[in-house]
């Protein structure tokens, strides 16, 4: 079959890039063809827009125009289809299913995202393959939280569905009125191990920082711990002017090397808080909101929640404890498994 992968995959975002690659390697190892639908809603487009001329300080510009650099390189290699500037230009017709990937595309409530209902299978063009929801996220969205009832109609016009944590899971059922199974991440999923690239410069001396935003508390906290440690520290993905060293030029295929390179990490994101897992990394999560309602399901299930740190001063205490990665593989392996066989068989119905 001929599939069309819908899905956020264009900013510059290490996660993001790398659920849609594994996505899209998972579902060609079943056998079929597979691009990446290259659309983007305008609104999050734009916000994702580089703007050279906002930059006030020439370190943070030369990071943003490196990181760039990197990920367009890597970009090259994902398998798109040409760019659709709105959804009612997508020829649906030309794919026998269109799998709704991963990520935050259920997050109606944020209007950077774009409220967008061609995540929600509603579509300009006549389609009459099959709709395919896997592993995507409501995100921050609130549970209570009703969209339109055009995109209301369009889930329960899926012919299979799933998501990635239990609070989508509840949302769907009390607002959609239909039930999802819960999968890994594609990030999870076994062929994702085969993607990745060399990275060099990062070793076990260094504590890897992958985070949009630290409070000057915590940044203070983790330098103090790195240097406890004997760590340095590097800020990958994000600029932190605080950090010793800041690699704007890993991009998303590095990353994986990065993190598995690296002596422990510190994240604020949900896949960089997967990727720590699935390398088997000692790690702290910065517990915002956004990081607890994201990352909260897969913590509880690997008996991880005590890696959540909401004290700056704790942080170290989190560090150290340790973690027992002979159960957690077992159990990411049982779930990732499972999460291939649905994929495999939803593709295959």
């Given at each position: 079959m001929r599939i069309g992968v819908l899905t956020f995959h264009a900013g510059p975002n290490h996660g993001a890039f790398l659920q849609a690659a594994s996505l899209l390697a998972s579902i060609r190892q079943c056998g079929h063809q597979a691009e990446v639908i290259d659309y983007t809603h305008p609104r999050l487009r734009n916000s994702e827009r580089f703007r050279p001329w906002i930059y006030r300080r020439p370190r943070r510009l030369l990071f943003d125009v490196v990181k760039r650099l990197a990920f367009r390189e890597d970009r090259k290699l994902l398998a798109r289809s040409k760019r659709f500037h709105s959804s009612s230009s997508i020829p649906t017709?030309?794919?026998?299913?269109?799998?709704?990937?991963?990520?935050?595309?259920?997050?109606?409530?944020?209007?950077r995202l774009g409220s967008d209902p061609v995540y929600a299978g509603v579509f300009a063009r006549s389609f009459t393959?099959?709709?395919?929801?896997?592993?995507?996220?409501?995100?921050?969205?609130?549970?209570?939280?009703?969209?339109?009832?055009?995109?209301?109609?369009?889930?329960?016009?899926?012919?299979?569905?799933?998501v990635r944590d239990e609070s989508s899971r509840d949302?769907?059922?009390?607002?959609?009125?239909?039930d999802a199974v819960n999968v890994v991440d594609p990030t999870w999923l076994p062929t994702a191990r085969g993607l990745g690239a060399p990275c060099r410069g990062i070793g076990p001396s260094d504590m890897l920082i992958y985070a949009p935003i630290v409070e000057p508390s915590a940044a203070k906290a983790i330098a103090e711990c790195a240097?406890?440690?004997g760590l340095r520290t590097v800020a990958v993905g994000y600029h932190q002017p605080w950090c010793d060293m800041n690699r704007a030029d890993i991009g998303p295929l590095?990353?994986?090397a990065a993190c598995r390179?690296?002596?422990?990490?510190v994240s604020a994101t949900f896949h960089g808080t997967l990727f720590a897992i699935r390398e088997n990394k000692p790690f702290v999560c910065l517990a915002?909101?956004?990081?607890?309602?994201?990352?909260?399901?897969?913590?509880?299930?690997?008996?991880?929640?005590?890696?959540?740190?909401?004290?700056?001063?704790?942080?170290?205490?989190?560090?150290?404890?340790k973690i027992d990665w002979v159960s957690a593989n077992e159990l990411i392996g049982e779930h990732a498994e499972r999460s291939l066989r649905w994929l495999t068989s939803a593709l295959e119905k």
């Open positions: 017709q030309h794919y026998d299913a269109i799998v709704v990937g991963s990520d935050v595309v259920w997050n109606f409530q944020n209007a393959g099959k709709r395919i929801a896997y592993a995507p996220s409501i995100g921050s969205m609130r549970l209570d939280y009703k969209p339109t009832q055009n995109i209301i109609n369009g889930i329960r016009h899926f012919d299979h569905l799933s949302w769907l059922q009390n607002i959609c009125a239909v240097k406890k440690k590095a990353w994986p390179q690296a002596a422990c990490i915002t909101e956004d990081m607890l309602n994201k990352t909260s399901h897969w913590l509880k299930q690997l008996g991880l929640s005590n890696r959540f740190v909401a004290k700056a001063s704790r942080l170290d205490v989190a560090l150290d404890r």
